[in-house]
């Protein structure tokens, strides 16, 4: 029987796996999604229990704003024509030699990755920046600020409390987004808020419910599913455009779709999947080329991302079958397979939370970064993907099955495809 210094030793551990969960979980939410309403209680129970977070002096020198309702709205309003009739920011610029992680990061917020706006459009980008100053529709602020007479110890002790109230949130299942661009305009934010002219205005938190329906305002720029999705076969004239269509290998030359899975050569059935790197690891472990050579089948993967990323995902999925990409994405799109920003649950080939799947995700583009690779050239973030099986001989295959992805996590059950491909009998 297990003995009461057993049970303590697990409490211990779950209290230690609860926090870390909770410190993955927290992201930067940039949208507000329609559902329950955030009963004040549950945001005062965070921020009485955050005032318990140490202090460099002992002090607790943070000083906590919050607004909602009319007096946010006219903070908001204030704030928007001010950055729309550009008023200069008063915020201090950093340092030069730190510019390139502000500018890595712009490119995958920005970018193709993110809200995909193109590279000069200014307007686009101006809408996009507009949400810091609404925060992002969010219906509780809290303004961060501090007594300017306190030295820089004291602003850490900001810090230690701004993380401990962040995970607070995060606990209770709100959605946070932390801003010092308002803070450039300190002066409109005092005025409307009734803040002391002794008090330097350090951040801004933007609380918000996380997802409770399907009525969530998107951010600019990012696309959704245009329709239902469905695992109907290619019609013969989508088909006939989709085998026109020219993918690139890892050096960059093309190939004709129709050529990568039909055709001398080739064996009877050819699996293409448009794939992830979790699904294609799974498929590497449990399809190898001995397998299928038995069965007279082969796996083609298929990417969206730029071909010099080839390399890094072979390496990164252990995968020796052929791995081509559409950076174009006219062949998904040809196929029928969407774009959306739903997760789905967890599955067997990634059963972890997707924001300790997105940190896994992160830290690997970091040292791949470092070797010199193009992380951020990974394609459209939400686009999905699907399988595809091709039967027959020679030029006459056609497709027999296929499955188009819900979400991000819906590529084919893993017992499902081992048995289409005929390993599972």
């Known amino acids: 029987m297990p003995s009461e210094q057993t049970f303590q030793r697990h409490e211990i551990q779950s209290a230690r796996n609860a926090v870390g969960e909770t410190i993955l979980e927290r992201h930067s939410t940039r949208a507000f999604c329609t559902g329950q309403e955030v009963p004040m209680s549950v945001i005062e129970d965070c921020f009485s229990i955050a005032q318990h977070a140490p202090s460099s002096t002992n002090i607790q020198p943070w000083k906590v704003t919050v607004a909602s309702g009319e007096p946010l709205k006219r903070l908001s309003a204030a704030l928007v024509t001010a950055f729309e009739n550009k008023e200069e920011l008063k915020i201090d610029a950093i340092p030069e030699s730190y ?21 000069g459009d200014t307007e686009a980008m ?49 959605g946070t987004q932390v801003s010092a661009a308002p803070t450039g305009y300190p002066d409109i934010i005092k005025r409307e808020l009734g803040i002391d002219e002794n008090l330097d205005i350090l951040l801004l ?37 989709a085998d026109g269509i020219e993918v690139l290998d890892g050096k960059g030359e093309k190939h004709t779709f129709k050529s990568i899975y039909s055709g001398a050569g080739l ?23 001995e397998k299928l050579q038995q069965i007279n089948t082969e796996v083609v993967i298929i990417g969206h991302g730029d071909p010099r990323t080839v390399d890094m995902y072979r390496i990164d999925t252990g995968c020796e079958f052929p791995i081509y990409t559409d950076p174009s994405e006219e062949l998904y799109k040809t196929l029928g397979m969407i774009r ?12 972890v939370s997707p924001f300790w799947n997105a940190w896994l995700s992160m830290k690997n583009a970091f040292w791949k970064l470092l070797e010199g690779y193009p992380v951020w050239n990974w394609g459209t973030t939400n686009q999905q993907g699907g399988e595809f099986l091709f039967v027959g001989e020679g030029d006459d295959k056609k497709v027999r099955w296929c499955h188009r992805m819900k979400n991000s996590r819906d590529h084919t059950d893993t017992d499902e495809i081992l048995e289409v491909l005929g390993l599972n009998k």
């Open 267 to 289: 064996p009877r059935r050819v699996l293409v999947v448009f794939s992830c790197v979790s699904y294609t690891s799974f498929l590497a472990k449990n399809a190898t080329p």
């Open 126 to 174: 101006t809408k996009t920046l507009i949400d810091n100053f609404n925060f992002y529709n969010a219906p509780v602020v809290a303004v961060i600020s501090i007594d300017k007479a306190l030295n820089k110890g004291d602003v850490l002790s900001v810090g230690i409390y701004l993380q401990t109230l962040l995970l607070l949130l995060t606990e209770k299942g709100l």
């Open 340 to 351: 959306t920003w739903e997760e789905g649950p967890p599955n067997k080939y990634i059963p």
């Open 99 to 119: 510019n390139h992680y502000r500018s890595e990061l712009g490119h995958h917020v920005y970018g193709p990755n993110g809200y995909n706006i193109v590279r």
């Open 205 to 241: 938190t933007s609380l918000k419910k996380l997802k409770m329906d399907n009525s969530c305002a998107i951010p600019h720029g990012k696309e959704v599913s245009s329709g239902q999705v469905n695992d109907d076969l290619p019609t013969a004239e989508a088909l006939k455009i």
